[in-house]
């Protein structure tokens, strides 16, 4: 089956520290995107990425990092400079970087800050 | 004024009610309009897309654009109970690739 996996899908971290979640997809996709959903906010662009080592930074990326070292992957690390990590945390997809291309989203990480 | 505005709701319905969710945008520039579902606790998943004004139809759902008035809305026939989820727009055009969301509306068909 095609599509986007995110793990783990549930994830508790203590303040000060750093956390990465996980995020795949196997539809050969070149764009990747990762999104902050908190509730009342909708989705808020955190980092994306149209190829390869390449990525760049969207609304909210401060306290944020990613790598896309490899077409399928593309992971967001939530560093301890992040006031306020919990949320709700989805990666997304599409095959290319136009404004016709529909974005596919995975099943989502839950991140909690103890 | 932000670009993208969705009454949040909640909205509740009967089991076989139309349902109309709605999102207005100042971005003139917007060209390509999504609606997705979203169930509790879920990732959003594409329910429809369009390019341009008018009405586009698939089975229960119908989606609308007028550019004109910068409105746009999801039409749901003989809405079920499992059509209960959080509905988001979303739009994208001009120089930036990027979509932008409404913060979707909560939606619940009681049987």
């Known amino acids: 089956d095609g599509g986007i996996t995110q793990s783990p899908k549930y994830l508790f971290r203590k303040e000060g520290q750093n956390v990465t979640l996980s995020c795949e997809q196997n539809?050969?996709?070149?764009?990747m995107y990762w999104y902050r959903q908190d509730p009342g906010q909708g989705l808020r662009l955190i980092y994306y990425?149209?190829?390869?080592?390449?990525?760049q930074k969207g609304d909210i990326a401060e306290g944020y990092s990613v790598s896309r070292e490899k077409k399928e992957s593309f992971p967001l690390t939530v560093t301890s400079a992040q006031k306020n990590p919990t949320a709700f945390y989805l990666c997304?997809?599409?095959?290319?970087?136009?404004?016709?291309?529909?974005?596919?989203f995975g099943p989502g990480t839950r991140l909690t800050v103890l | 004024q932000k670009e993208v505005e969705q009454d949040p709701g909640p909205l509740s319905v009967p089991e076989g009610a139309i349902v109309s969710l709605n999102c207005t945008y100042s971005?003139?520039?917007?060209?390509?309009f999504m609606w997705y579902r979203q169930y509790s606790r879920k990732g959003p998943e594409l329910l429809m897309y369009t390019y341009s004004s008018g009405n586009k139809e698939d089975g229960r759902f119908t989606a609308q654009v007028d550019k004109s008035s910068k409105y746009i809305s999801l039409f749901i026939r003989d809405s079920q109970p499992s059509d209960s989820a959080t509905y988001l727009c979303a739009m994208s055009g001009g120089s930036n690739y990027k979509l932008t969301f409404g913060k979707g509306t909560l939606l619940t068909v009681n049987p």
């Open positions: 539809l050969n996709h070149d764009a």
């Open positions: 971005n003139s520039a917007f060209q390509y």
């Open positions: 997304a997809s599409s095959t290319g970087p136009t404004i016709y291309n529909e974005q596919f």
């Open positions: 990425s149209q190829i390869v080592n390449d990525f």
